[in-house]
Nanobody
Framework: QVQLVESGGGLVQPGGSLRLSCSASGFTFSNSRMSWYRQALGKGRDLVATIYSEDTHPPYYDDPVRGRFTISRDNAKNIMYLQMNNLSPEDTAVYYC???????WGQGTQVTVSS
């Protein structure tokens, strides 16, 4: 059974940092393109960043997060990460991980940026 479990969300002040984790099981994690999406209240779900199964393919970042967020993966632990720095209120959303090879979503983790 495929499972994706996000963690690491919470409340942070503007300018702060958080690291999200996505723990995967039930499929061959190392072979899957993995992504982070986010959905703000009342808006659609947007792609944030993607990391590929091949090291030769550089990660993708959406423009609003490029230079502030870093996506990474640990294939030995079946975990994907999203390091988020210099957070702003506009980053407030539920963050979801997505596994392309099995077309599966996690349940999401809330990130709130507020003073």
């Amino acid at each position: 059974q495929v499972q994706l479990v996000e963690s690491g969300g919470g409340l942070v002040q503007p300018g702060g940092s958080l690291r999200l984790s996505c723990s995967a099981s039930g499929f061959t994690f190392s072979n899957s393109r993995m992504s982070w999406y986010r959905q703000a209240l009342g808006k659609g779900r947007d792609l944030v960043a993607t990391i590929y199964s091949e090291d030769t393919h550089p990660p993708y970042y959406d423009d609003p997060v490029r230079g502030r967020f870093t996506i990474s993966r640990d294939n030995a632990k079946n975990i994907m990460y999203l390091q988020m720095n210099n957070l702003s209120p506009e980053d407030t959303a539920v963050y979801y991980c997505y596994a392309a090879s099995v077309r599966s979503w996690g349940q999401g983790t809330q990130v709130t940026v507020s003073s």
